[in-house]
């Protein structure tokens, strides 16, 4: 849901690259991270690579399944956080919570009745939070 409402953003004027937990993330240390969903402009990413993006995206979201442990997620938007990615978003649907990180400052916390947007990142894109929950 969150993937496809960037894209509808992103697409008609080709402003970026949005990418699924498929399509990796090769950090310049080497490291191979498949965030849930990534988004990178075009000036970062000016075409489609054929193999796993060398680039760092301006944002991504760790989606916590109802598998995954919460330590396990938050270690990952904390380890994403580190690789320099401007915004992390964790989102826990059990919780209908959504945090916004970004390195140096404190989580912006979200819930019901919030809209999500990130401005500096996505000029003009936002949704409200309570339309990603299911009914």
């Known amino acids: 849901e969150i993937g ?3 894209l509808a953003w992103a697409r008609p004027q ?3 690259r949005v990418f699924d937990s498929n399509g990796g ?3 310049p240390d080497g490291d191979l991270i498949a965030p ?3 988004y990178v402009s075009r000036e ?3 075409a489609v690579p054929a193999a796993f993006a060398r680039v760092i995206p301006e944002l991504v979201f760790e989606i916590r399944s109802a598998q995954q442990h919460e330590s396990a997620c938050r270690a990952k ?3 994403l956080v580190g690789k320099g990615i401007d915004v992390v978003v964790y989102v826990d649907p059990s919780r209908r919570l959504v945090e916004i990180h970004r390195s140096g400052s404190a989580p912006v916390v979200l819930g019901d009745g919030d809209r999500f947007t990130v401005p500096d990142v996505l000029p003009g894109f936002g949704f409200a939070l309570d339309e990603l929950w299911p009914q």
């Open 4 to 6: 496809s409402r960037i």
């Open 14 to 16: 080709q402003r970026g």
């Open 25 to 27: 993330i090769l950090f």
């Open 36 to 38: 849930d969903v990534a």
């Open 44 to 46: 970062r990413l000016p």
């Open 77 to 79: 938007v904390a380890l």
